[in-house]
T-cell receptor
């Protein structure tokens, strides 16, 4: 079974530029999560999708971050414009559904450096 | 008060010893509890989950849950240098009704050979 795929793996941009990350969840997984993990901290949930609908985006900085999950499969996360404090690893995860008893599977992450 | 709290460590234990990692959570209605291991530069991977009060064992790992005290722990027996990593506690469910995972900051474990 293929795991969660993410691209790119690394990205370096200057502040005020824009960037986009892509995620392909495990086949059949209805729930998709985007996390931000700053060095030395635990993952922070940015947005959670159930199929192509948003379940929770309460911690997504909506003035600069946006995310979509077209057709309930792949997802993209965009930052525009980027700030220095956005430097982090962006993790995508998926689970079979949104039940609290389901394991999340994480992708390899995208390491973003904002200069 | 943080929703999920862990001591950041590092926790250093000699090879072969028992490592004890602790986690407390604030939402009394939380339903499920997960321990993830994260090696440096890698993504988290699930070690164990527990839903009911008491102990759950899986090989060298034992998860312990005490909902009355809002406390969950992970014991690693016969610790190996390969166990050196950051261990993340994650909590899901709660009175809010949203099935959202909340992670602690993680405890860094060092197993000394």
């Amino acid at each position: 079974e293929a795991g969660v795929a993410q691209s790119p793996r690394y990205k370096i941009i200057e502040k005020r530029q824009s960037v986009a990350f892509w995620c392909n969840p495990i086949s059949g997984h209805a729930t998709l999560y985007w996390y931000q993990q700053i060095l030395g901290q635990g993952p922070k949930l940015l947005i959670q999708f159930q199929n192509n609908g948003v379940v929770d985006d309460s911690q997504l900085p909506k003035d600069r971050f946006s995310a979509e999950r077209l057709k309930g499969v792949d997802s993209t996360l965009k930052i525009q414009p980027a700030k220095l404090e956005d430097s982090a690893v962006y993790l995508c995860a998926s689970s079979f559904d949104a039940s609290s008893y389901n394991e999340q599977f994480f992708g390899p992450g995208t390491r973003l450096t904002v200069l | 008060q943080k929703e999920v709290e862990q001591n950041s460590g590092p926790l250093s234990v000699p090879e072969g010893a028992i490592a004890s990692l602790n986690c407390t959570y604030s939402d009394r209605g939380s339903q499920s509890f997960f321990w993830y291991r994260q090696y440096s530069g890698k993504s988290p991977e699930l070690i164990m989950f527990i839903y009911s009060n008491g102990d759950k064992e899986d090989g060298r790992f034992t998860a312990q849950l005490n909902k009355a005290s809002q406390y969950v722990s992970l014991l690693i027996r016969d610790s190996q240098p390969s166990d050196s990593a950051t261990y993340l506690c994650a909590v899901n469910g709660g009175f809010s009704g949203t099935y959202k995972y909340i992670f602690g900051t993680g405890t860094r474990l060092k197993v000394l050979a």
